[in-house]
């Protein structure tokens, strides 16, 4: 059976949902931190926290970093190192406009000797293993071919492809064709990422991409989280076992963030919303509504109640 990947999304897949979502899902393989990066000059606060091992319990866990240069990435590595971490995904793949015309992440891609560069840190530290998350490209898939040698080269553990462009973020169709043409390439260990939300869409890339090393999910998850589960067991939840399990979910993650967040109930509230963002397909519209219109956590709390 194919190992999955849990994708990291900024804003959703931190430390209190991750480890929530492996005690009462699971059927994830590996788990990634949102990226850290350096901002003025140091790290945010809230990207340290969750990278602490102690605010971690997935069994296997890989932080991620984003980096416009070596140096900056060498910075966050001692970082990862320092706490711990042996194993380090380098984000290639964000589509953020702020950050990708900085020539982070997928920014970068056009840029063969600015990747170059920045995979030195691959070579320098032999003692971390690597995995690189990217896109087709920013502006075309031509840019991930162009890469490809690069790639080939430097000593990676694998690398996990979102068959998209930068400059589409999440819209329009996956280019399954351009994946494949990377495929043919690729000489290292590949992970297929991008649109799927059904047990039926991962068995489907599976048949076209028998090769894969493995599947990254990440919104699909978020829509679903028994999706895994489900494509580990080939058994699906019926609609009530799914509301009861999306209530134990969410009361895990809210708790986290209760004992965790020292900004009163404004601040909780705007952290545990997101938790909803890519649940409205299986709740009903008006219960969706009141928890995103909901201005208190009384309000909040009282809507959580009719899922």
């Not at 999304?9 to 009462?24: I, K, M, N």
């Not at 980096?67 to 984000?91: H, M, P, Q």
């Not at 399954?176 to 039926?200: R, S």
């Not at 299986?282 to 995103?292: E, F, G, P, S, Y």
């Amino acid at each position: 059976m194919t190992p999955l990947h849990f994708a990291p999304l900024q804003g959703y897949t931190e430390a209190p949902y991750r480890d929530a979502h492996a005690s009462v899902f699971g059927g994830i393989d590996t788990y990634y931190t949102p990226f850290v990066r350096i901002e003025r000059g140091e790290f945010r606060r809230k990207d340290t926290r969750d990278i602490e091992p102690e605010n971690n319990h997935v069994a296997h866990l890989v932080p991620q970093l984003i980096a416009s240069d070596v140096e900056k990435a060498k910075t966050i590595l001692a970082l990862f190192i320092e706490k711990g971490y042996r194993e380090v995904s380098i984000n290639l793949g964000c589509p953020f406009p702020i950050l990708a015309k900085r020539h982070n992440g997928s920014g970068m891609l056009p840029y063969p000797e600015e990747v170059k560069a920045l995979l030195a840190i691959v070579e320098q530290h032999p003692e971390i293993r690597f995995s690189v998350k990217m896109r087709l490209g920013w502006e075309n898939p031509e840019e991930c071919l162009a890469l490809a040698p690069l790639l080939n080269d430097v000593p990676l553990e694998h690398i996990a492809l979102h068959a998209r462009l930068g400059k589409q973020q999440y819209k329009g169709e996956v280019d399954l064709d351009a994946f494949a043409a990377f495929a043919d390439v690729c000489q290292k260990p590949l992970i297929y990422n991008g649109d799927l939300l059904t047990v039926e869409d991962i068995q489907q890339i599976e048949k076209r991409f028998p090769q894969l090393a493995g599947i990254m999910i990440g919104r699909g998850l978020l829509a679903n989280p028994a999706l895994a589960m489900e494509y580990k067991t080939g058994v699906s939840l019926s609609p009530e076992e799914l509301r009861e399990k999306l209530r134990t979910l969410h009361a895990a993650v809210y708790a986290r963030y209760e004992e965790q967040l020292q900004g009163g109930d404004e601040q909780l509230l705007h952290k545990i919303k997101p938790f909803w963002d890519y649940l409205e397909p299986a709740l009903d519209r008006k219960v969706w509504k009141a928890i995103h219109k909901s201005g208190s956590l009384n309000k909040y709390q009282a809507a959580v109640r009719l899922v």
